[in-house]
């Protein structure tokens, strides 16, 4: 609550040209927003560059921001929408050519240890490039994000029920893919 | 509105989903796994079970992801991504308008946004106060172009001080940065306090976290 106060404070300094106190917002939000990013795209670089052109984004409409909601919020919606343009331009990608880098799991381990194993994470997060954009930036806010249904709707601008729908869709995608694994 | 790759949503989760041997929807064994409903079907039955299991083996692998992207995440370094991030800002700057220094004649002027940062600070160094929007107008009669300005500066007080000598405190420093660091005319700075904070902060956290 404090660091809320605090982020206004910093917000209204920014939108008023002031760019050391959006240094301050960058540094303080960015860890966070990285993570966000990562777990949508699935790769360190490109989320670097969603970042980037949140961040740049918001110091261009920070005049009109006017503090309705706070920094943090804004910056997660800003980051989540730039993301979602990122995967919608990407093409489908192949899963069969995907599926070759599996590493053979070990014969010795039960299959509950492989399920917590390297090998289902990586195996995930193909699966989670089979899912559309919208599936995914809602499963990821929801599942892995931890976010309520309220806030994932918010975030990604449509209903909660639309969220749900997709949350269901990718769960049964992501279920099926891991269960044809093993 | 934002769904271009979706089917329209007017099916909701129903139109891909699956009826269970038992008659329950698949989706609605799912929703009450995640609002973990005491239901006494749901433990007794095999296939809801069955379902389940698939989400709970799921949320395992989740886990390990989510384990993945924290430790990737602890590690990470802001710093250069920051430091390119305001390289682009510093090209894009808003300094706001040239505003006058000295007398008129002198043609001295600072931007706004830099005179802002120097009042902002003044008002800062009255222990617990923030300073927010700081915005300068031509001072004078009727606004005129007179070399003057007004101040009307936001601040965020501490909620145990006496706000009348605060504000008398807060002004008068604001007063003496402009005319003895900036040399600037002001005719009226006017404060207005738009929150009051615990003042329960330690006292070596001077200036807040910047």
Redesign the interface.
Known sequence: M?AD??D???A??AA?????????L???H??AL??LA??LLGT?AEA?DA??DA??SA??RL?EFQGRSAFGTWMYRIVT?RC?NVL?SRRPVASLEAADDVPAAEHTTSP?RI????G??R???EALDLL????RACWVLR??DGRSYEFVADA????Q??V???V??A??S??QA??AWR | ??????PP?N???Q????LLPCGRL??RT?DDWERQTDDPHLRSCPHCRQAVH??D??E???????E???S??AG?D?EP??R???D???L?????RPLPLGEPAEDLWIM??VA??AL?AAAETVPGV??????LRDGGDGGGDDGTVEVRL?I?APADAPLPELAARVRERVWEAADRELGMGVTAVDIRVT?L??SS?PDDQEG???
Do not use: K
């Open positions: 404090v106060t605090d206004a404070l910093f209204v300094r008023e040209g002031d760019e050391d106190a959006f240094a301050v960058v540094q303080r960015a860890p990285i993570r990562t777990s360190a670097e970042v980037q961040f740049l110091w261009r005049p929408n979602l919608r509950a399920a917590e194993g390297r289902a994470v195996e995930l997060r559309s954009a919208e599936q599942e892995l990604v601008g449509i209903s029920e639309a749900r729908a997709r269901f869709r769960r049964r992501l279920t891991l269960g | 509105m934002t769904d271009r790759t979706d949503n099916a909701s989760a139109a891909d989903d699956e698949l989706s799912w698939g989400l083996d799921l395992s692998v989740v886990r390990g992801l989510r993945e992207t924290d990737s995440a990470y802001t991504l920051t390119r991030i305001m682009v800002v510093r894009e700057l808003r300094p706001g706004e946004a802002a940062r902002r923030r300073a927010g929007s700081c915005r936001d965020h929150d904070v615990p902060m807040g976290t910047a």
